[in-house]
């Protein structure tokens, strides 16, 4: 079956240290990988995504490369900010079903 | 831009009671979903609609019904609440035929069924 395993939270780091957390995936086929951040009392929202093997999705100073030889989408990000605190989610989907499979979520909490 | 809005966003039930969980996108998204958040547990799929007129059960259906009202519209029901099903309800809406995989979340809504 298909399914997504995270690094178990929770992480905390103190501001301008290096973050990475860990996401490994099993997919019969070659699903696309997501990365979702939740902030505290809001909706998930994209923050990343790439759609296939080597790929590297990037955005506000996070990347993840997508690994296919170990199935892996690991998160990170080189100086994190107290802004960065909140819950990410690892993912990955198939087009032609048009849904998410998701990680159980890791909490990040960054100190000043 | 509103994008996906979920009502209500706080709702207590006692177990047996019925509630029906709204949901409205405006941004024209063929597909919408329902998945629950709970500790420890990452999202669930509960249900979801490719389209207008369909729904499919996701991973965890039992104990809930859901009405594809319009292309809009993607309403969540609870006949009859029992407090396994207390949790936080996401709704979702994605435009399936740019395949790009990208779900647009609400708010959530925090269900205690006591």
């Known amino acids: 079956g298909n399914s997504v395993t995270q690094m178990e939270g929770p992480v905390t780091l103190s501001e301008e240290a290096f973050l990475t957390i860990n996401c490994t995936y099993t997919a019969t086929g070659y699903p696309s990988l997501f990365w979702y951040v939740q902030y505290p009392g809001e909706g998930l929202q994209l923050l990343l995504k790439a759609t296939k093997a080597d790929d590297k999705g990037s955005n506000k100073g996070f990347e993840a490369t997508y690994r296919k030889e170990t199935t892996s989408f690991h998160l990170e990000k080189g100086s994190v900010q107290v802004s960065d605190s909140a819950v990410y989610f690892c993912?990955?989907?198939?087009?032609?079903?048009?849904?998410?499979?998701f990680g159980r979520g890791t909490q990040l909490t960054v100190w000043p | 831009n509103a994008g996906v809005t979920q009502t209500p966003k706080f709702q207590v039930l006692k177990t047996g009671q019925s509630m029906t969980l709204q949901c409205a996108q405006d941004?024209?998204?063929?597909?919408m979903y329902w998945y629950r958040q709970d500790p420890g547990m990452g999202l669930r799929l509960i249900y979801y609609s490719a389209s207008e007129g369909t729904t499919d059960k996701g991973e965890v259906p039992n104990g809930y019904n859901v009405s594809r009202l319009n292309k809009r519209e993607f309403s969540l029901r609870l006949e009859s609440a029992a407090p396994s099903q207390t949790s936080v309800y996401f709704c979702?809406?994605?435009?399936?035929?740019?395949?790009?995989?990208?779900?647009?979340f609400g708010e959530g809504s925090r269900l205690t069924v006591l």
């Open positions: 941004m024209n998204h063929n597909s």
């Open positions: 979702a809406s994605e435009d399936f035929h740019t395949n790009t995989g990208e779900l647009f």
């Open positions: 993912a990955l989907s198939f087009s032609t079903l048009g849904r998410l499979y």
